[in-house]
T-cell receptor
C-alpha cells in the first residue's frame, strides 16, 4: 500500500467548472498537508497548505482535511486552461515529506 | 527574496561515474531536502538537512549522500551511477522541516 494515494487521472474539467481532487494517506501521525501544482517539465509549486481539520480557502482554491478519515482534498473553482497541470498531494510526518504520484488535470475550453 | 536555485540544469553521465548536484536555499530557510522524481511519478524523498546535520532519510542506498554548509546551501552526491538514477533531482528549502517547502527548478540527470 502506497503511503499517499491519488487518482492518476487525467481529470477532464470544462472551463469554468469545479475540479475536485482527492488524496488519502496511511500514517495517522501525519501533521502537515500540502498541495503542489506541477506543469510539465517544471518543478512543483506550492499552492496550498493545511494543518487542521476543516476547510481552508485561498482564492479559487479550497483545501479540505479530515484526519479521522485520513483524507485531504483540493477544489479548484472556475477552472481555467492555465490550471491544466499535475497536482501533487504531499504529507509531512516523522521527519519527511511524502508525495502522491499526482493527478493530471486537463481543463477543456 | 531569492528563491531556491539549483545547478547544473542538465547533466549527462555514464554508469559507474559520480555526480555532485548543488542547491542554494531560499533566504531565511535553514532546512534543505532533496528529492528524486522519475517520469510520471511523484517526488521521492532522499534526505533532509537541518543546520548542517542530516535529520531524515528516505529509502535510498548509502551511495546517495549529502552535505549542508554554514550558509545553508547543500550538495547531493551520487556515487556509482546506475541507469535507474536517471531522473529529475529536486531541492527544496523551508524554515523548518514541517513547514511548506519551496522547490528549485531541478537538475535533470541522464545516465547512459
Amino acid at each position: 500500500q502506497k503511503e499517499v494515494e491519488q487518482n492518476s487521472g487525467p481529470l477532464s474539467v470544462p472551463e469554468g467548472a469545479i475540479a475536485s481532487l482527492n488524496c488519502t494517506y496511511s500514517d495517522r501521525g501525519s501533521q502537515s498537508f500540502f498541495w503542489y501544482r506541477q506543469y510539465s517539465g517544471k518543478s512543483p509549486e506550492l499552492i496550498m497548505s493545511i494543518y487542521s481539520n476543516g476547510d481552508k480557502e485561498d482564492g479559487r482554491f479550497t483545501a479540505q482535511l479530515n484526519k479521522a478519515s485520513q483524507y485531504v482534498s483540493l477544489l479548484i473553482r472556475d477552472s481555467q486552461p492555465s490550471d491544466s497541470a499535475t497536482y501533487l498531494c504531499a504529507v509531512w510526518g516523522w521527519g519527511k515529506l511524502q508525495f502522491g504520484a499526482g493527478t493530471q488535470v486537463v481543463v477543456t475550453p | 527574496e531569492t528563491g531556491v536555485t539549483q545547478s547544473p540544469t542538465h547533466l549527462i553521465k555514464t554508469r559507474g561515474q559520480q555526480v555532485t548536484l548543488r542547491c542554494s536555499s531560499q533566504s531565511g530557510h535553514n532546512t534543505v531536502s532533496w528529492y528524486q522524481q522519475a517520469l510520471g511519478q511523484g517526488p521521492q524523498f532522499i534526505f533532509q538537512y537541518y543546520r548542517e546535520e542530516e535529520n531524515g532519510r528516505g529509502n535510498f542506498p548509502p551511495r546517495f549522500s549529502g552535505l549542508q554548509f554554514p550558509n545553508y546551501s547543500s550538495e547531493l552526491n551520487v556515487n556509482a551511477l546506475e541507469l535507474d538514477d536517471s531522473a529529475l533531482y529536486l531541492c527544496a528549502s523551508s524554515r523548518e522541516g514541517s513547514e511548506p517547502q519551496h522547490f528549485g527548478d531541478g537538475t535533470r540527470l541522464s545516465i547512459l
